[in-house]
Nanobody, 123 residues
Framework: QVQLVESGGGLVQAGGSLRLSCAAS????????MGWFRQAPGKEREFVAA????????GYADSVKGRFTISRDNAKNTLYLQMSSLKPEDTAVYYC????????????????WGKGTQVTVSS
């Protein structure tokens, strides 16, 4: 059974940093592109960042470019999202997901999803 489990969320002041992790079980992540998505209350889920299978290619939403960094450690079967210069508008539940398609695929092509971790940024 494939499971993706996010961790590292929490409450942080604006301008602060957090590092999210996504640990996988039942699946070898090196065979899949990975992504982070988020959903704020009352809003639709949106793309945040994605990384290719080998980690050599990444993509970011314009709203987080220059502040967030996605990375992966295939040896540890884990995906990361380093978030810096956090803003109140980054408040959301953050989800990791994987896809057998390219890393720039749409969210509907992502196969397995974690249950999410809450990130709250106070002003």
């Amino acid at each position: 059974q494939v499971q993706l489990v996010e961790s590292g969320g929490g409450l942080v002041q604006a301008g602060g940093s957090l590092r999210l992790s996504c640990a996988a079980s039942g699946r070898t992540l090196r065979g899949y592109a990975m992504g982070w998505f988020r959903q704020a209350p009352g809003k639709e889920r949106e793309f945040v960042a994605a990384v290719s299978r080998g980690g050599g290619s990444t993509g970011y939403a314009d709203s987080v470019k220059g502040r967030f960094t996605i990375s992966r450690d295939n040896a540890k079967n884990t995906l990361y999202l380093q978030m810096s210069s956090l803003k109140p508008e980054d408040t959301a539940v953050y989800y990791c997901a994987d896809t057998s398609s390219a890393y720039y695929a749409g969210s509907n092509e992502y196969d397995y999803w974690g249950k999410g971790t809450q990130v709250t940024v106070s002003s």
